[in-house]
């Protein structure tokens, strides 16, 4: 069992910046990749970054240029810096862990592919 915990969140102007934090607990020696993504009120949970074990990373189309993935794995802590954030970034935001990889990239977007899950900090960007 892994545990994941986030932190963070709260409520900014347009054009500010943020930094949330996910922690790793419990049987963390097989994670693989830890992702976040979020859920807006009313929509799907969507993807919005990855960070691999071996330093790989990848964003959403829609905050790339904006948000940062950081932290490592394998040290059970991984971050995300949100910059120049946008009302439409309002939403829950939850990391995820997985314990294997996968061959598309893709795979890596879907939240069914994800085996834990924390309890999600919310953000509001106020405009």
């Known amino acids: 069992q892994v545990y994941l915990v986030e932190s963070g969140g709260g409520l900014v102007q347009a054009g500010g910046s943020l930094r949330l934090s996910c922690a790793a607990s419990g049987r963390t020696g097989s994670t693989y990749a830890i992702a976040w993504f979020r859920q807006a009120a009313g929509k799907e949970r969507e993807f919005v970054a990855v960070?691999?074990?071996?330093?790989?990373?990848d964003y959403a189309r829609s905050v790339k240029g904006r948000f940062t993935i950081s932290g490592d794995v394998a040290d059970n802590t991984v971050y995300l810096q949100m910059n120049t954030l946008k009302p439409e970034d309002t939403a829950v935001y939850y990391c995820?862990?997985?314990?294997?990889?996968?061959?598309?990239?893709?795979?890596?977007?879907?939240?069914?592919?994800?085996?834990?899950w924390g309890q999600g900090t919310h953000l509001t960007v106020s405009s």
């Open positions: 960070k691999t074990s071996t330093g790989a990373t």
């Open positions: 995820a862990a997985t314990l294997k990889g996968f061959y598309l990239v893709d795979d890596y977007y879907r939240p069914q592919n994800y085996d834990y």
